[in-house]
Nanobody, 126 residues
């Protein structure tokens, strides 16, 4: 089993930066592809970013491309979401997730992910 624990959320002003962390246990990141998703109250969970098991592929939602970066540190078994130039519409609970298919591109579909963290809240003030 893989366990994921998110941290780093909080209150930030529009235009500021935040760095979210997702610590994985149970398996090394070298055999996991990872994704970040977010969900605002009353809305569906949506894809934010993903990174392939070997770090060779990343993908971003259009709404965050150019502002967010997904990173992983294999030594710490932790994946990060660096959020720059945040906007009020980025306000949501952010979740990390994993799957174990080793394709050439990371997956954007919620249905492809096998386990999830509990989430960390990000609130952006205007």
């Amino acid at each position: 089993q893989v366990q994921l624990v998110e941290s780093g959320g909080g209150l930030v002003q529009a235009g500021g930066s935040l760095r979210l962390s997702c610590a994985a246990s149970g398996r090394p990141l070298t055999v996991l592809s990872m994704g970040w998703f977010r969900q605002a109250p009353g809305k569906e969970r949506e894809f934010v970013a993903c990174i392939n098991w070997n770090g060779a592929s990343t993908s971003y939602a259009d709404s965050v491309a150019g502002r967010f970066t997904i990173l992983k540190d294999n030594a710490e078994n932790t994946v990060y979401l660096q959020m720059n130039n945040v906007k009020p519409e980025d306000t949501a609970a952010y979740y990390c997730a994993e799957y174990r298919l080793y394709g050439s591109m990371c997956h954007r579909a919620i249905e492809d992910y096998d386990s999830w963290g509990q989430g960390t809240q990000v609130t952006v003030s205007s």
